[in-house]
């Protein structure tokens, strides 16, 4: 598609529950990545990928997030035993990622809250 | 040192005026510059992106990149009301880098 689609929109977890949120590059993007925004405007970078394989993982609390993006299939990010410091909006944005063209356009996000 | 460093503002400015945000970093392997304009409660959209020194106009929005100062600015002329948003500025390193974010600048433009 032409944007990047995310689902759902928002999530509620209770603590110690898993969490899992999906993302669909836009076509003809190569690399996608996943951050998360807490307080205003303090966005953490998690993981990226270029198609199904992860580029830099160096953001991933490996502990209990997991991520993917599998060949026809969105890519999805799983948080296992989920915590109230996990409540955020995670976004996903995508990327050609070909020469100069390393623009990043970002999904509309997912609203995780945690209680 | 912050990676990125912005005015988190407000920046208050009457419609019709310039708007000018600045942005600082620390990175000199930083290769590419980003401004994304965040409305609350939605997603960041990319407004312009720069590579080389200079200018770069792209209608009522001019971005401006001295790699020397490791300094990035963003110019909204003719500022409207809808301009109203914080403004995020982000750099990446290479090809399929991560970004790296400021902590943006809310603009008020009164009417």
């Known amino acids: 598609g032409e944007e990047v689609a995310q689902t759902p929109k928002h999530l509620v977890r209770g603590e110690g529950q898993k969490a899992k949120l999906y993302c669909a590059p836009i076509?003809?993007?190569?690399?996608v990545f996943w951050y998360q925004q807490v307080l205003k405007n303090e966005f953490k970078f998690l993981i990226s990928?270029?198609?199904?394989?992860?580029?830099?993982e160096t953001g991933m609390p490996k502990e209990r997030f997991s991520a993917k993006c599998l060949p026809n299939s969105p890519c999805s990010l799983e948080i296992q035993a989920t915590k109230l410091e996990d409540s955020a909006v995670y976004f996903c944005?995508?990327?050609?990622?070909?020469?100069?063209?390393?623009?990043?356009?970002f999904g509309p996000g997912t609203r995780l809250t945690v209680t | 040192q912050k990676e990125v460093e912005q005015n988190s503002g407000p920046l208050s400015v009457p419609e019709g005026a310039i708007a000018s945000l600045n942005c600082t970093y620390s990175d000199r392997g930083s290769q590419s510059f980003f401004w994304y304009r965040q409305y609350s409660g939605k997603s960041p959209e990319l407004i312009m992106f720069?590579?080389?020194?200079g200018d770069k106009e792209d209608g009522r929005f001019t971005a401006q990149l001295n790699k020397a100062s490791q300094y990035v600015s963003l110019l909204i002329r003719d500022s409207q009301p809808s301009d109203s948003a914080t403004y995020l500025c982000?750099?990446?390193?290479?090809?399929?880098?991560?970004?790296?974010f400021g902590t943006g600048t809310r603009l008020a433009v009164r009417p």
């Open positions: 076509k003809g993007h190569s690399y």
């Open positions: 944005a995508s990327s050609r990622g070909q020469g100069p063209l390393l623009e990043q356009y």
């Open positions: 982000a750099y990446s390193k290479s090809s399929g880098d991560k970004l790296t």
């Open positions: 720069i590579y080389s020194n």
């Open positions: 990928f270029q198609n199904e394989n992860v580029f830099d």
